[in-house]
């Protein structure tokens, strides 16, 4: 008889939903359960591995942990990513929802709440304290959602796009990075621009960035520059589809250069415009750019 192959069973999602207190995790919480997420919010993480050892029956699974779990340190979150990371049955996303300090401290003022962190002293203090606690937790993120200029309904919709099931929508996501600080978690596809003319060499560039049309156009003068690009481009186009079919809801691209300043920048905002000229849903993330980015 001829021998029967096992058939792979596919990974069940599950996204862990963090981020500092007021950017909007118990909104983006209620909104994966709405989409048929199972949520379960701030369990203690010494409980997460029996969580999904006693799971009955493979669902979508949503968790909501923050700075106030009672056993919260970023070590062991850390640890509980890279747990969760190496399950072959789970395909794990970390969804991290972030704001500017300014706007967490006007909706603690709002809503007149002590913040966790701070409970005796000022809100201010409690912001301080949670966003240098979380910095780490951010820099592992999968998807990173600013919600600063978002209400409710803009965030639920941003939710909605990333993570509605049964969708066709394959969202993007477009990143840069600098390789001195090692390469970012989650990625699908790395692409190393280190072999591209280098405009921090050039004193009239070197405190821009690869937003401004100066030092993008000093990168593409490169003669490797366009046909590097339009490979890239090519097999980004060829691959999108084949994951879309295969069911996945998200796809991350991201270019690494010495800096994560210039060179990796360019190929990030040039790639990002061209994919969204297609129609498809791009979102950019500039790691090394993070609290100085554009307007």
């Known amino acids: 008889m001829p021998e029967q192959r096992e058939q792979a069973v596919p990974a069940v999602p599950a996204v862990l939903v963090t981020g500092p207190s007021g950017a909007g995790r118990t909104t983006a919480i209620n909104v994966l359960e709405d989409l048929g997420f199972e949520a379960i919010d701030n369990l203690p993480l010494r409980l997460l591995p029996g969580l999904f050892d006693a799971a009955a029956a493979p669902r979508p699974m949503a968790l909501g942990l923050d700075s106030r779990n009672r056993d919260f340190s970023p070590g062991a979150l850390l640890d509980v990513i890279d747990m969760l990371s190496g399950r072959r049955e789970l395909e794990l996303t970390v969804l991290y929802l972030d704001a ?5 401290l006007r909706r603690y003022s709002e809503t007149r709440r002590r913040h966790p962190l701070a409970p005796a002293e000022s809100p201010g203090e409690g912001v301080r304290r949670e966003l240098d606690l979380m910095a780490p937790i951010r820099d592992r993120a999968d998807i990173l959602l600013e919600t600063s200029g978002m209400n409710v309904h803009q965030l639920k919709s941003e939710i909605e796009r990333w993570f509605a099931p049964g969708g066709r929508t394959l969202a993007l996501s477009v990143q840069s ?6 390469m970012p978690h989650g990625i699908d596809m790395v692409f190393d621009c280190r072999f591209l003319a280098n405009p921090y060499w050039d004193p009239r560039l070197r405190a821009l960035n690869g937003q401004d049309l100066a030092v993008q156009d000093y990168v593409r003068a490169d003669e490797r520059f366009h046909r590097f690009f339009d490979r890239v481009l090519d097999l980004t186009r060829l691959l999108l589809p084949a994951y879309r079919d295969e069911g996945k809801s998200h796809f991350s691209i991201a270019f690494g250069c010495t800096g994560g300043q210039h060179r990796s920048v360019t ?3 040039t790639l990002a415009k061209a994919l969204a000229e297609d129609g498809l849903q791009v979102s950019i993330r ?9 307007k």
């Open 100 to 104: 500017q300090p300014d706007v967490l």
């Open 177 to 182: 990075f600098s390789y001195k600080r090692g």
């Open 267 to 269: 190929m990030a905002e």
């Open 286 to 294: 500039h790691r090394e750019l993070q609290g100085q980015q554009k």
